[in-house]
């Protein structure tokens, strides 16, 4: 167990809606990333988050948002769902942002089917 | 920007035998470089890392080196099993404006048959 929790684990829901995707990371770490796994892209970065701030951004698309709350939680909002945005959803938390040699926990993951 | 090439799956081994992953690498500066598991059903967890040229890293008999002039970080084990069937990804974390960025390979399926 990483002490990484994601939920929920699976969604399903048709094209056009909008869903939230939580994460509460490991106890302790004050970052939070948000990946997208999907088997022709592999593991895509989508954000980062520190200590409530975004601090880095890879290829998330205008129609997704995140954020991190003050007890350190985050939510990753992905609206007017696609077909092509099936995929599962990691979360991953680390102490700090700086250090290059840092692992990453990753959560389980929530799968998210669009009909 | 950072990247990582790996070598597509599925790799299919039969039980005891001599397992290598290739990965490379682009990246400015030097970077640290991982390799990741990821079990069926599961999240990815490290399973080794090094952080500076020629550093070899180690865990439950697999090992990588990290080759800055070839900048390579191949994965190999001498003996699979059954219970290594998973997929494997190559990373690196560099830190392009001071804040950690963690690029990951596309990951290789690997299966081991008895």
């Known amino acids: 167990d990483s002490g990484v929790t994601q939920t929920p684990k699976h969604l399903i829901t048709a094209t056009g809606q909008r869903v939230t995707l939580r994460c509460s990371p490991r106890?302790?770490?004050?970052?939070v990333y948000w990946y997208q796994q999907s088997l022709d892209q592999g593991l895509q970065f989508l954000i980062q988050y520190y200590n409530g701030e975004e601090r880095a951004k890879g290829n998330i698309l205008e129609r997704f948002s995140a954020q991190q709350f003050p007890d350190l939680h985050s939510e990753l909002n992905l609206s007017s769902l696609e077909l092509g945005d099936s995929a599962l959803y990691f979360c991953a938390s680390s102490v700090a942002p700086q250090t290059t040699n840092e692992k990453l926990f990753f959560g389980s993951g929530t799968q998210l089917s669009v009909l | 920007g950072n990247s990582v090439t790996q070598m597509e799956g599925p790799v299919t081994l039969s039980e005891e035998a001599f397992l290598t992953i290739n990965c490379t690498y682009t990246a400015t500066g030097y970077p640290s470089l991982f390799w990741y598991v990821q079990y069926p059903g599961e999240g990815l967890q490290l399973l080794l890392k090094a952080t500076k040229a020629d550093d070899k890293g180690s865990n439950k008999g697999f090992e990588a080196t990290y080759r800055k002039e070839t900048t390579s970080f191949h994965l190999e084990k001498g003996s699979v099993q059954v219970s290594d069937s998973a997929v494997y990804f190559c990373a690196l974390s560099g830190s392009p404006g001071g804040y950690q960025k963690v690029t990951f390979g596309i990951g290789t399926k690997l299966q081991v048959i008895p």
């Open positions: 106890s302790g770490d004050l970052s």
